[in-house]
């Protein structure tokens, strides 16, 4: 789903300067500028997640499990720039998922400060199904028949299987789909040419495919819930460190984000530098303290503030001077505001709930403006590089 149709992929301009041809061609070589060959894998991927889901349909179309929608691709492998070796990358994909039959969900910010800020539980309840534009004779109401009669003439609610109390719960949907994967994989046409192996995952399913040469391909199946008509999802996958409960969904930018690189790929130059750019960053700062995640924000900021016409690839050491400027910058000022919340310069592509567009810019630097001496040593660092 998010693929564009040109690949990242450039070679060195003639326009550059001798000078600037040498640095690039040293760079390219010192940290393997060169953007992985990640279309032909995600392919793979994408035949892998759609032939599962086709089974899971046909398996559970009759029962009250989550209804599983076509997969959003997401993460730096979906974006064009993973920073990692290839045989190291991991492909990611959302998979939302909607209420069955006779089952609706209502997200629930939660408020009781014992979950992560961001976090939301979602309730799930039963609706009526006796009325409608089309009801369904074969099924019957949770709602409007008896106890008895339910449990003799159908399965159990989602309420009873993939929730815990009223909520849905995470932990539990990836536990059912690790089975389900585990137990579809011999009639899938992949089962032919990769073994596969389920790796642990509380919160996902991620699966790891080997081929007889040897060569893997890791994929991880998140599973999400979209607010409203957004780009915005929830996710079960909490970030790494956190621990939340199986309740917790935490909403996640990663699909606008894909969709922010979809678009800045059609509308770029032909020879665009832009993913080299992050990759070249990203190996750059391997070790300090600053993360992937402020790296892409500051470029996407970066995206929106330079014209794309400057993003040529004889323009990249100009790019990723600016970036690395602009990173210094906001490390001097213990600021970095995160890109989808109250930015005046989002592409108006970007389908944002309203209280994003409202909301004070949140400050991914936090950390540093509460501990000096961690902003102290991330600028010796930085300055180290």
Request: a negative charge; hydrophobic letters at 35%; proline letters at 7%.
């Amino acid at each position: 789903e998010v693929e564009s149709s040109r690949e990242p992929e450039s070679e060195e301009s003639e326009e550059e300067s001798p000078a600037e041809m040498n640095m690039i061609w040293i760079f390219s070589r010192r940290f393997q500028l060169s953007v992985p060959k990640l279309a032909s894998r995600r392919r793979v991927v994408q035949e892998l997640v759609n032939e599962l889901l086709q089974i899971s349909h046909s398996l559970f179309s009759n029962s009250f499990f989550p209804v599983l929608e076509p997969v959003i691709g997401v993460g730096s492998a979906y974006e064009g720039w993973s920073p990692h070796k290839e045989e190291d990358v991991i492909y990611c994909v959302f998979v939302p998922l909607k209420p069955p039959h006779g089952h609706a969900f209502r997200l629930e910010p939660d408020t009781t400060g014992k979950m992560p800020r961001t976090s939301t539980r979602i309730r799930v309840e039963q609706v009526c199904t006796c009325t409608g534009e089309q009801p369904d004779q074969n099924k019957l109401c949770f709602l409007h028949h008896s106890e008895e009669e339910l449990k003799r003439n159908q399965v159990n609610s989602l309420l009873y299987t993939l929730c815990t109390g009223p909520y849905l719960d995470g932990e539990k949907i990836a536990l059912w789909f690790q089975t389900f994967v585990i137990s579809a994989w011999s009639v899938m046409p992949q089962s032919h040419q990769y073994s596969m192996k389920v790796l642990p995952s509380c919160r996902s399913c991620k699966m790891k495919l080997m081929k007889s040469s040897g060569r893997s391909l890791f994929v991880e199946m998140v599973f999400s819930v979209q607010q409203g008509d957004s780009d915005i999802f929830l996710s079960s996958q909490p970030p790494e460190a956190q621990f939340p409960p199986g309740t917790a969904w935490l909403e996640s930018c990663a699909v606008a984000e894909a969709k922010f690189f979809r678009q800045v790929a059609v509308q770029a130059p032909p020879r665009s530098c832009h993913l080299k750019c992050l990759r070249l960053c990203a190996r750059l700062l391997e070790g300090s303290g600053i993360s992937a995640y402020a790296l892409k924000t500051t470029v996407m900021h970066l995206l929106t503030l330079i014209p794309l016409s400057e993003w040529q690839h004889k323009y990249l050491l100009m790019r990723v001077d600016d970036i690395m400027r602009y990173l210094r910058c906001c490390l001097e000022e213990k600021r970095l505001k995160h890109f989808f919340f109250g930015n005046e310069d989002m592409p108006e592509e970007i389908s944002l709930p309203p209280d994003f567009h409202e909301a004070q810019p949140l400050n991914l630097f936090q950390h540093l403006a509460q501990d000096p001496a961690a902003q102290t040593k991330a600028l010796k660092e930085f300055d180290e590089l």
